[in-house]
């Protein structure tokens, strides 16, 4: 039998050697140093290994411990280590522990501070359904929780940790441990607030309302296409309105915006989906040998003013506490991350913010600029589909 001196002084060799205990277990010591806690013992006429940790931090006790419980499932004719796999397995189809392996999977394209809030919207969710089999999450298991952080005046987070429980369950079942996402039929259950002084529509179903209804706009045909042009490219305002032809390559599908009109006082490169360069060739006829793309309704050599697409928006019976033309931007933002699963610094390139490197330097215009075309055209045709009232329905496959 082994001693704890016995243990302790055990030191590596050139080759690996064992330390014979009683009744199947030993101590495998490796040319490392590893002192390595090991059960011998035959089931079903096979000779088998259980592995019981190492030693400092199991001590000779413990594993003579977890040796006596592995032989009375063997006198109940069970095989341990199968019972460790079968019970590592359920803990590994837990929601935390899928929603867990989600973050560690996607943080890596993420800002930290999105992994963290991301988190924190999960960690919610853990006293309540953390245990659960991620394939036996119930849509109720998810409102229950959802209303008490809804109740705690959280409403827009609770709206927010829906959809990444969503995004959650859908690698559930692109990983074959779930089968449904119970979290779709919870899709505007809770009441969301944008903070800030932009009113925003972020919810697919009510945006794919507004989309419909701006391209039954009645008013100024060239305000209807600078309405129409704007979910597309979700600029700010103002550099939309002050657009110059000059700026605008049709055939290359890019919009150059200069500096001076940026907020960042950066140049900014936006990519033109199809559906974008289609508008923008419907209006050239209209102002295209002018210098402004969008010209105000009164003087053709000024800009539309600021208040023309608000007032557009609230033509359409959309109030101001409702939706803004600089909503337009909240909404891109929200929908491209939660609901199409793009990287956030590639969204945050494309809102034209302030996004640096590791080392801290400012990125160039250019940067991402091909990931950030196929997000343009991605996005457009997420539009159409909500405006046809279908994408807010359809399930949204996660990007990796």
């Known amino acids: 039998m082994l001693s704890d001196a016995k243990v302790r002084s055990a030191r590596a060799r050139s080759a690996p050697y064992k330390l014979t205990d009683e009744k199947g277990l030993y101590l495998q010591v490796t040319p490392a140093g590893g002192r390595l806690w090991r059960l011998f013992y035959r089931f079903g006429g096979k000779q088998k290994t259980l592995a019981f940790g190492s030693y400092p931090e199991i001590t000779l006790a413990r594993a003579r411990e977890k040796r006596d419980e592995a032989r009375r499932l063997l006198a109940e004719g069970v095989d341990p280590s199968a019972k460790r796999k079968a019970e590592k397995l359920a803990t590994a189809n837990t929601f935390k522990a899928v929603a867990e392996e989600f973050l560690t999977l996607k943080s890596p394209g993420w800002a930290a501070t999105h ?49 990444v429980a969503g995004q959650v369950l859908r690698y559930a079942i692109a990983t074959d441990r779930a089968e449904n996402d119970p979290t779709t039929a919870l899709r505007g259950a809770f009441a969301r607030v944008i903070n800030g002084h932009y009113p925003a529509i972020t919810d697919p179903e009510p945006f794919g309302e507004l989309l419909r209804a701006i391209d039954g706009y009645a008013g100024d045909p060239v305000t209807r296409a600078a309405l129409r042009l704007l979910p597309l490219v979700f600029v700010r305002p103002g550099e939309l309105r ?48 002018r210098t402004l793309v969008f010209p105000s309704l009164r003087t053709r050599d000024r800009p539309l003013s600021e208040n023309t697409l608000n007032a557009a928006l609230r033509r359409l019976g959309y109030a101001k506490d409702v939706m803004t033309a600089h909503g337009f931007r909240a909404a891109a ?68």
């Open 115 to 163: 992994t963290d809030k991301q988190r924190r919207r999960l960690e919610w969710l853990y006293p309540y359904i953390g245990d659960k089999s991620v394939a036996t999450v119930k849509t109720s298991d998810l409102l229950s929780a959802l209303k008490l952080l809804e109740a705690s005046g959280k409403g827009e987070t609770a709206a927010r940790t829906r959809v």
């Open 242 to 289: 002050l657009t110059e032809w000059t700026e605008i390559d049709l055939d290359g599908a890019t919009w150059s915006i200069p500096a001076k009109r940026m907020k960042t006082k950066a140049p900014h490169v936006v990519p033109l989906s199809k559906q974008a360069v289609a508008i923008l060739r419907e209006v050239h006829p209209l102002t295209g040998k």
């Open 333 to 400: 933002r929200t929908m491209l991350d939660e609901v199409l699963g793009f990287r956030v610094d590639v969204i945050e390139h494309q809102l034209a913010h302030a996004v640096k490197d590791p080392l801290g330097r400012a990125y160039n215009r250019t940067a991402f600029l091909a990931e950030r075309r196929k997000m343009m055209q991605d996005w457009a045709d997420y539009l159409d589909s909500l405006k046809s009232d279908q994408g807010a329905r359809k399930k949204i496959r996660q990007r990796g």
